[in-house]
T-cell receptor
Framework: QKEVEQNSGPLSVPEGAIASLNCTYS??????FFWYRQYSGKSPELIMS????GDKEDGRFTAQLNKASQYVSLLIRDSQPSDSATYLC??????????FGKGTMLLVSP | GAGVSQSPSNKVTEKGKDVELRCDPI?????LYWYRQSLGQGLEFLIY????????KSGLPSDRFSAERTGGSVSTLTIQRTQQEDSAVYLC???????????????FGSGTRLTVV
């Protein structure tokens, strides 16, 4: 049974701070890793993908992958109230379907 | 189309009735997925279509659930004899062909909120 674990939160950070979201996965064969953002009442939106160990930056977002430790993280710099949402981690291996974590709720206070 | 289109956006049905949910994926996307999300729960995989291959039905919770994809494009998820526990948001997603063993992320539709009363 493939598992993706996330702290449910909520993670509360003040505006302008760095938010750090973490995810661990059970399948060592996982090759593709994604972060989705889901606003309340909306569908998930893909914000980052990462495939190789290390960091990948896109604007205020940085995804970090460590396959040896089987964790992937998402850093959000200069957090804004509009970043308040649930962040879903998803992983898969080869041709399998994505396995999603249950998500971490992020609250950014003004 | 520009995005994944799902209809209806909301559906209220009586227990025991059948319902059909429709998904129109992004043009050119060969893979189509159905997930459902219950209140406060994670995304539960239901079924996956890839091109002309046999669908992966491993996530369907019971034989009351079925899905088809016609012409490699539009998909319909059918739930027969609906039960209250079927109430959830049903999400459809599509993605491009994989390359070099890597997946591309899914693009989700806006979902169908199903309420069984």
């Amino acid at each position: 049974q493939k598992e993706v674990e996330q702290n449910s939160g909520p993670l509360s950070v003040p505006e302008g701070a760095i938010a750090s979201l973490n995810c661990t996965y059970s399948d060592r064969g996982s090759q593709s890793f994604f972060w989705y953002r889901q606003y309340s009442g909306k569908s998930p939106e893909l914000i980052m993908s990462i495939y190789s160990n290390g960091d990948k930056e896109d604007g205020r977002f940085t995804a970090q992958l460590n396959k040896a430790s089987q964790y992937v993280s998402l850093l959000i710099r200069d957090s804004q109230p509009s970043d308040s949402a649930t962040y879903l981690c998803a992983v898969n291996e080869g041709y399998s379907t994505l396995t999603f974590g249950k998500g971490t709720m992020l609250l950014v206070s003004p | 189309g520009a995005g994944v289109s799902q209809s209806p956006s909301n559906k209220v049905t009586e227990k025991g009735k059948d319902v059909e949910l429709r998904c129109d994926p992004i043009s050119g996307h060969t893979a189509l997925y159905w997930y459902r999300q219950s209140l406060g729960q994670g995304l539960e995989f239901l079924i996956y279509f890839q091109g002309n291959s046999a669908p992966d039905k491993s996530g369907l919770p019971s034989d009351r659930f079925s899905a088809e994809r016609t012409g490699g494009s539009v998909s319909t998820l059918t739930i027969q004899r609906t039960q209250q526990e079927d109430s959830a948001v049903y999400l459809c997603a599509s993605s491009s062909q994989r390359a070099w063993g890597r997946s591309y992320g899914y693009t989700f539709g806006s979902g169908t909120r199903l309420t069984v009363v």
